[in-house]
């Protein structure tokens, strides 16, 4: 609701372009319309026919809907760092923007005829319909090379394929609205039924191919070695694809064979083709753009577990693993094979304790040459290493370990 007084604004000016004379035996403005509002942009703010201002409702809350989750997108864009995820927010970027317009192109077919009016209508519909469908196409594209194990086109080449395809389309539009229009003179809002769903066959045969991409993905996963993970995308996909299919059925249907039967009465086909779009933009956004933003944001398994492993602080008070008991020398010989664990790779060094250290610097010496006893001072180490004074004080000769030495006896 909060787009509909800008919205009538800008129709309001539209029409101020292409309005005749106007009578002055004018129509009393409906309940909730003041009396400067144009007749035909009435049922935009007609409190009295409801189904109006529901659908104008609806229509504002998808438009909302679409513009929170591409700005969810771009704001989250520098957390997808997986090339393969990355490479599907330009085209779902664009599904939106068309999503966006889908509903505005609603709230046109709901107001009154007019020349300007009717050339946007033709000229849009098979536009913002083949950029949606454009965009499940390269999606299904997308899946499928990532499906069996290859890598995924960048997101520039996916959206520069999507809006080559939505060309055709728009190209199409313009040739039909030049020949009827402008060379053989016809009103823009004089045209039959047959020619509007023909000028969007070709609209349908990118949502024919995009179904049949989702589907194989979504029951094969590619073929041979395929990637699983990719299968649930699959299924999003086809499911968007087989109800914009049913939705196409049912509005060509009652287009079509609904405007032969009945042929009295008010015009009834044109709110048909605004319900068709608003449902069309709810249905891409539940189906496709919802599941496909929480696919693309979400962190994987592998790589969470990786990065609580990385960033887990060791307990260097966790009591709960304790180190295997000691070894002695006769249960493991020097030439046996050195166990895995770190903490037991010299086990003979745990089976001194600092006291009996302490002792034996106490109560060790050696003689100095002349029948005298040198106090030992402390060890370097358990391993007796004799110093170069040691050397000098002896002779020359390397002096023998003290006996009461608690360290490998290696003399």
């Known amino acids: 609701m909060a787009f509909g007084p800008l919205l009538l604004f800008f129709l309001s000016l539209v029409g101020c372009c292409s309005a005749k004379d106007k009578s002055d035996k004018a129509p009393p403005p409906p309940r909730g319309c003041g009396s400067g509002v144009d007749p035909t942009y009435r049922v935009l703010c007609d409190l009295e026919s409801v189904w109006g201002v529901v659908l104008e409702a609806v229509a504002s809350g998808g438009v909302i809907a679409a513009l929170v989750l591409a700005l969810i997108l771009l704001v989250r864009l520098k957390t997808v760092t997986e090339p393969s995820r990355r490479s599907g927010v330009g085209p779902l970027l664009l599904l939106l923007a068309g999503t966006v317009g889908l509903f505005g192109l609603s709230l046109v077919f709901m107001v009154g005829?007019?020349?300007?009016?009717?050339?946007?209508?033709?000229?849009?519909?098979?536009?913002?319909?083949?950029?949606?469908?454009?965009?499940?196409?390269?999606?299904?594209?997308?899946?499928?090379?990532?499906?069996?194990?290859?890598?995924?086109?960048?997101?520039?080449?996916?959206?520069?394929?999507?809006?080559?395809?939505?060309?055709?389309?728009?190209?199409?539009?313009?040739?039909?609205?030049?020949?009827?229009?402008?060379?053989?003179?016809?009103a823009a809002c004089d045209y039959q039924p047959v020619d509007f769903a023909l000028a969007c066959s070709y609209v349908l045969g990118l949502l024919l191919t995009a179904a049949g991409l989702a589907l194989a993905v979504a029951l094969c996963g590619g073929g041979t070695g395929a990637e699983p993970r990719w299968r649930c995308n699959g299924v999003w996909l086809f499911l968007t694809c087989l109800a914009s299919l049913l939705l196409w059925v049912i509005w060509l249907v009652l287009y079509l064979y609904g405007s032969l039967t009945v042929t009295t009465g008010p015009r009834w086909d044109e709110p048909a083709l605004a319900i068709t779009l608003v449902t069309e933009g709810w249905a891409l956004l539940l189906f496709h753009a919802i599941p496909e933003t929480h696919l693309c944001l979400r962190t994987p398994a592998r790589q969470s577990s990786v990065t609580m492993a990385m960033t887990?602080?060791?307990?260097?008070?966790?009591?709960?693993?304790?180190?295997?008991?000691?070894?002695?020398?006769?249960?493991?010989?020097?030439?046996?094979?050195?166990?895995?664990?770190?903490g037991a790779a010299f086990p003979e060094n745990h089976a001194y304790s600092i006291e009996g250290h302490n002792t034996a610097v106490r109560t060790s010496g050696y003689t100095n040459g002349q029948g005298g006893v040198r106090t030992g001072l402390p060890f370097r180490s358990h391993v007796y290493q004799p110093t170069e004074m040691a050397l000098l004080m002896n002779g020359g000769t390397i002096p023998t370990a003290p006996p009461n030495f608690t360290g490998r006896q290696l003399w």
């Open 113 to 186: 005829r007019s020349e300007i009016l009717c050339m946007v209508r033709r000229c849009l519909w098979g536009l913002l319909f083949g950029l949606c469908f454009s965009c499940l196409l390269v999606q299904g594209l997308r899946l499928r090379r990532l499906a069996r194990g290859k890598s995924s086109p960048a997101g520039s080449s996916l959206s520069g394929l999507a809006l080559g395809l939505t060309l055709v389309q728009g190209i199409v539009s313009a040739e039909w609205l030049l020949l009827t229009v402008a060379r053989e003179g016809h």
């Open 312 to 342: 887990r602080v060791p307990d260097y008070y966790d009591t709960s693993h304790q180190p295997p008991p000691p070894m002695h020398m006769g249960e493991q010989g020097y030439d046996s094979e050195l166990p895995s664990s770190p």
